[in-house]
RNA sequence: GGGUCUCUAGCUCAGUGGUAGAGCAGCUGACUGCAGAUCAGCAGGUCUCGAGUUCGAUCCUCGAGGGGCCCUCCA
C-alpha cells in the first residue's frame, strides 16, 4: 500500500544530480573517469571505460522486455543493475548519458498470448508497457531518455535488411522469411565464444529446408493469416527479434554506442546477432576479427539519420559496441528463475510483501555479473539491514536537529568538505586508505565547537572517506556489494556517537555526524535508494537563497520526515508478511503498558515473548514502549 | 558433447603474490526490572582438491571435482 510515496519518482530526477560534489568540475571527477573499469563480454575480461567520444557523453543501449506479461524479479535485477550504472555515471562521472531501453512490441509470444485472451497485440503490449513502467517507477528506476518500441521502427528495420541482403549477407526465400547468412560473416561467434561447429545445429533448432545453414536465423518473417505484417519488400510480415535492436541503435545512437547491456542469455543468440547484423548493415563484417579499443578514435557526430546504409566510413573499423555487459540471473533454489520453468515471482507480487528499498537493497547486494539467489530470507535481511540503515540515519538527523544553530552549522561545514574533497582529492588508493584511517581514529586533537572555514578544514574526513570508498567500489565493475559493505563502519560509528558515553563526548561529533549524513545521501541517491523528501528539499536547499543555516534546516526535517516515513512503511509491510495489523501490536503494547505499571512483569514478559515469536520486537525506551520487525533468541 | 563463469567463516558476500575481512546468525560484556535497540569484544576459515611457476599462492598456470548459465524463447 504505501511502499511507494516515498520513493522519489523517476520524473523527478530524469536528470541525475551531481553527486561527487556540487561542483562537478572537481579533479577527483575527472580522476574517477580515469579508472572506471567494466568486464567487458566480448574480450572476457575487466577493461578501463573509454568512451568513443571525449567529450564527456556517452552511449548506452540496454535490451528492454518482450511485453506480454508481468515482469519478474530476474527483470527487476537487470534495469537496477544498470540503473545504478547510469546513476554512477551521470552523477558520479559526471558523464552525459544517453540511456535508450526499448521495449519489443511484436513478436511470437505476443502474438499468441493476444489470440489467446481475444484481444489485440496492440492492446496486449500497451498494457504491459505500461505495468511494466509502474514497476520501475516503485523500484525508483530512473526512466531511459528514449523507450523506443520496436513497431514504431519497422520501416528502418527494413532498411537494414535490405542494406544486409545488398551487402551479400542475407538472402529471401520462398515463402516471404529472410534469413541471415551466417557463412558469409567470418567473425561470427566471436561475442559468445563459440565456434559454429559447437553449436549442436539440428538438434534442438527446427530444420529449415529453406535455410542455407541450420544457424541462419530470421530477419524478416512471413506473416500467417491474422497475424499483425508490415508491408515488406519481401511481402507481408513482421521483423525477427534481433534485427529491432540493431536498427534502433542505428538509428537513434549512431553507428557506435559505448555500452550495450542486458541478461547473460542475451549474449546468444541475441546480442551475436545482433553484431553480426550490425556489420553487415554497414558492410564492415571484414573487420570482423579486429576488436581494438584504442584505434576507433573520433567518430564525429553521435547521431544520424540513419536508414541509408552510408555509416560503413564512420564505423571504421570499430566494433559497434564498445562495451558489453551481461547481468548474471536470479536464481531460485539454485535454478534459474523463468517464466518457461515456472518458478518466477513478479516484481509486484515481491512488493506486496516487501519494500521496494529493501528489493532493491538485496539486489545491489550481489555483484550484478554474479548470480543471485532469490529468497525470503535473503529479502527479510535486506529489510533487516535497511532497518538499521534507516534508524541509524534518522537518529542523526534527529541529533543534529536537537543540535539547533550548532548542527546547522555543522551541516553547512559539512557541504563544504564534501565539496573541497570532491575538488581537491587526486585520490589515489593510497590517499583513500589514509583518509580511512584518519576517519577511523576516534580522537582529533584540539578545537571544540567548531567555528568557521577553519573548522570545516580541520574536521575528519569521515563523509569524504566514505563517499571516496563507494566510488572505488563503483569504478570498479559496478561493485556494489563492497559499496554497500563501506557503509558498515560508518554506520556503527554514527550509533556510537550518539548511544555511547565516549561518543557523545567526542568533541568533532556533529562535524562527523553532518559529514556522514551528507556522504549516506549521495550514496543512496547512487544506488537509487534516495528518498523523495529528501532528495527534493536537498535540491531545493541548494537552489534557494534563504541561507546556508535555513537550508540546513529545511533539509533535516526533511530528511527525518522521509526516513520516517520510510520506517513507518518498513513496518507496516512486516505487519503484512507477519498477518498481522498495527491495532493488534498497539493493543499488545498497551496491555503490557498496564502490567509493567502494575509491577506484573510475569505478564508483561508474557506479552513479549509471544509477540517476539510472531516477529515483533519491542523496545521499551524512556519515551515509551515501541516496535521494529524482528525476533529474539534469548527471549 | 562444445562454450563460459564460479567454488573464501554456519549463511549471504567482499578482498589480496607475503597465510584473510564485512553483514547476518552464535557467545560475552556495557545498558536494562528482565529483554530488546545500540555499542564493545570473543569465537568461527587447511580461502574445493592436486600439481606447477615463485623466495613465497587463497590470489598466477594446468588438471580434477562440485555448482550456475548458454548452445531453443528468455533479462
Redo the contacts with the bound molecule.
Keep these: 500500500m504505501a511502499h511507494r510515496p516515498v520513493l522519489a519518482q523517476a520524473k523527478a530526477a530524469a536528470t541525475v544530480a551531481p553527486v561527487a560534489g556540487a561542483a562537478s568540475s572537481g579533479v577527483s571527477q575527472a580522476e574517477l573517469r580515469e579508472r572506471v573499469t567494466f568486464f567487458n563480454t566480448m574480450s ?2 575487466k577493461e578501463l571505460f573509454r568512451p568513443r567520444l571525449s567529450d564527456g557523453s556517452v552511449s548506452m543501449y540496454v ?4 511485453v506480454y506479461d508481468y ?5 527487476a ?3 537496477v543493475a544498470f540503473d545504478v550504472l547510469y546513476r554512477f555515471l551521470s552523477a558520479a562521472c559526471g558523464y552525459k548519458v544517453t540511456y535508450v531501453r526499448n521495449f ?1 512490441d511484436i ?3 505476443i502474438i499468441a498470448r493476444a489470440q489467446q485472451s481475444g484481444v489485440e497485440t496492440s492492446e496486449l503490449t500497451e498494457r504491459f508497457i505500461d505495468e511494466f513502467n509502474k514497476d520501475m517507477a516503485a523500484l525508483n528506476v530512473l526512466p531511459p531518455a528514449l523507450e523506443p518500441r520496436a513497431t514504431a521502427f519497422v520501416p528502418q528495420m527494413i532498411s537494414t535488411i535490405t542494406d544486409i541482403i545488398a551487402n551479400g549477407h542475407a538472402y529471401a526465400v520462398d515463402g516471404g522469411d529472410v534469413f541471415f547468412d551466417v557463412a558469409s560473416l567470418p567473425g561470427y561467434g566471436r561475442l ?4 559454429q ?5 539440428g ?4 530444420v529449415d529446408s529453406r535455410k542455407r545453414s ?2 541462419d ?1 530470421a530477419l524478416w518473417k512471413a506473416a500467417k493469416p491474422g497475424e499483425p505484417a508490415w508491408p515488406s519488400p519481401w511481402g507481408p510480415g513482421r521483423p525477427g ?2 534485427i529491432e535492436c540493431s536498427s534502433m541503435i542505428r538509428e537513434l545512437m549512431g553507428p557506435v554506442i559505448d555500452i550495450h ?10 546480442h551475436e546477432n545482433e553484431l553480426a547484423q550490425s556489420q553487415a548493415a554497414c558492410g564492415c563484417g571484414q573487420h570482423g576479427h579486429e576488436h581494438g579499443h584504442e584505434h576507433g578514435g573520433q567518430q564525429g557526430g553521435a547521431s544520424t539519420s540513419g536508414g541509408d546504409g552510408s555509416q560503413s566510413q564512420l564505423h571504421n573499423g570499430t566494433d559497434f559496441v564498445r562495451y558489453w555487459l ?6 531460485v533454489d ?8 515456472g518458478n ?1 515471482f513478479t516484481i509486484r507480487d515481491v512488493l506486496a510483501r516487501y519494500h521496494p528499498l529493501a528489493l532493491r537493497w538485496f539486489l545491489v ?3 550484478y ?5 532469490y ?1 525470503d ?2 529479502l527479510e ?1 535486506a529489510s ?2 535497511l ?2 540503515v534507516a ?2 540515519r534518522l537518529d542523526v538527523v534527529e541529533a543534529l536537529r536537537a543540535a539547533g544553530e550548532e548542527g546547522q552549522r555543522a551541516m553547512a561545514e559539512a557541504e563544504v568538505v564534501m565539496a573541497q574533497a570532491a575538488a581537491n582529492a587526486n585520490s589515489t588508493p593510497t590517499s583513500e586508505a589514509a583518509a580511512q584511517q584518519e576517519a577511523a581514529a576516534a580522537a582529533p586533537s584540539g578545537k571544540g565547537k567548531g567555528k568557521g572555514g577553519a573548522a570545516a578544514a580541520a574536521a575528519p574526513a569521515a563523509g569524504p572517506a566514505l563517499l571516496s570508498e563507494v566510488l572505488s ?1 563503483l569504478a ?2 559496478l ?4 559499496a ?2 563501506a557503509l ?2 560508518p ?6 556517537l ?6 557523545r563526548k567526542r568533541p568533532d561529533r556533529l562535524a562527523v555526524l553532518a559529514q556522514l549524513h551528507c556522504a549516506m545521501c549521495r550514496v543512496m541517491q547512487l544506488l537509487g535508494m534516495e528518498l523523495e523528501l529528501e532528495a527534493g528539499a536537498r535540491a531545493e536547499a541548494a537552489g534557494a537563497s534563504v541561507g546556508v543555516a535555513a537550508g540546513a534546516a529545511s533539509g533535516l526535517a526533511a530528511s527525518a520526515a522521509a526516513l520516517e516515513q520510510l520506517l513507518q512503511e518498513l513496518r507496516a509491510l512486516a505487519l503484512v508478511r507477519l498477518d498481522m495489523t498495527e491495532e493488534a501490536v498497539q493493543a499488545a503494547i498497551q496491555e ?1 503498558t498496564e502490567a ?1 505499571a502494575a509491577k506484573d ?2 505478564r ?2 508474557a506479552i ?1 515473548v509471544d509477540l ?1 515469536a510472531k516477529g515483533v ?5 524512556p519515551e515509551g ?2 516496535w ?1 520487525p ?1 525476533s ?4
Design positions: 572476457k575480461s535490451c528492454g522486455v518482450t515482469s519478474h524479479i530476474g527483470h535485477r537487470v534495469y519489443t513478436d511470437d509470444k559468445s565464444g563459440r565456434q561447429e559447437d553449436n549442436r545445429a538438434e534442438r533448432v527446427a541450420p544457424a536465423f527479434w534481433h547491456g542486458g541478461g547473460r542469455d542475451l549474449v546468444f543468440p541475441h551481461h547481468n548474471g540471473f536470479v536464481n539454485s535454478e534459474k528463475m523463468s517464466k518457461s520453468l518466477f547486494s550481489s555483484q555479473r554474479a548470480p543471485l539467489n529468497s530470507k535473503g535481511d533487516g539491514r532497518y538499521y534508524q541509524a567500489a570498479d565493475d561493485n556494489t556489494p563492497a554497500v559493505g558498515s563502519a554506520l556503527r560509528t554514527i550509533n556510537d550518539l548511544t555511547t558515553k565516549a561518543g503490557r509493567r512483569f510475569a508483561s514478559d513479549r517476539a520486537l519491542l523496545l521499551d525506551t514502549t515501541s521494529r524482528g529474539a533468541a534469548s527471549l
